[in-house]
């Protein structure tokens, strides 16, 4: 199973908005409501930020936010913080009942 | 608060074995799956195993079927991860996960993590 598609690296401003795709296929992201969304620091363990598409665990912030159209899933960051810079993963079910990930975005805010 | 401790990565030589463990804290253990979850030197994250509650039903992913094999000690709230013929392609930060969503087989959000140990496969 391939990895899901993410750009490499975006960056934004304090207090503007991005967004981070995640590009699969109709076998795992287009396919299932189960796409997940971890934030990882340097040296740190990841972090669930999304699950099901768009749902926030506990704890997070409502600054974060999951949509998905097609076979790409994304990632909204609003009101960005220097603490959001990261690496940020996302991960979907796929039709191998298997949860693949994609191979990460580094998030710079300038 | 919810704790994953692992331990018992470091060196090894490839062919060789290593176990490692996981000591849970602050949740009631025996009522989660529980997952590794590994990530190369710089690269992405790769789900490794999963094991049920109860330890009847584990799943791996296809490049350590038959190498690896995922248990677990409800009593002592710990998780293992036997690796035998280790390859140089197994070096990575191994994570203990807790699952949060489960669609069996799959592990589909973890929502606590450990801090990770180092296996570095090498001659």
């Known amino acids: 199973q391939s990895a899901l598609t993410q750009p490499a690296s975006v960056s934004g401003s304090p207090g503007q908005s991005i967004t981070i795709s995640c590009t699969g296929t109709s076998s795992d992201v287009g396919g299932y409501n189960y796409v997940s969304w971890y934030q990882q620091h340097p040296g740190k363990a990841p972090k669930l930020m999304i699950y099901d598409v768009s749902n926030r665990p506990s704890g997070v912030s409502n600054r974060f936010s999951g949509s998905k159209s097609g076979n790409t899933a994304s990632l909204t960051i609003s009101g960005l913080q220097a603490e959001d810079e990261a690496d940020y993963y996302c991960?979907?079910?796929?039709?191998?009942?298997?949860?693949?990930f994609g191979g990460g975005t580094k998030l710079t805010v300038l | 608060e919810v704790q994953l401790v692992e331990s018992g990565g470091g060196l090894v030589q490839p062919g060789g074995s290593l176990r490692l463990s996981c000591a849970a804290s602050g949740f009631t253990f025996s009522s989660y799956w529980m997952s590794w979850v590994r990530q190369a030197p710089g690269k992405g994250l790769e789900w490794v195993a999963n094991i049920k509650q109860d330890g009847s039903e584990k799943y791996y992913v296809d490049s350590v079927k038959g190498r690896f094999t995922i248990s677990r000690d409800n009593a002592k709230n710990s998780l293992y991860l036997q690796m035998n013929s280790l390859r140089a392609e197994d070096t990575a930060v191994y994570y203990c996960?807790?699952?949060?969503?489960?669609?069996?087989?799959?592990?589909?959000?973890?929502?606590?993590w450990g801090q990770g140990t180092l296996v570095t496969v090498s001659s």
């Open positions: 996960a807790r699952v949060f969503r489960v669609v069996v087989p799959a592990a589909l959000a973890f929502d606590y």
């Open positions: 991960s979907s079910y796929t039709s191998s009942s298997l949860v693949v």
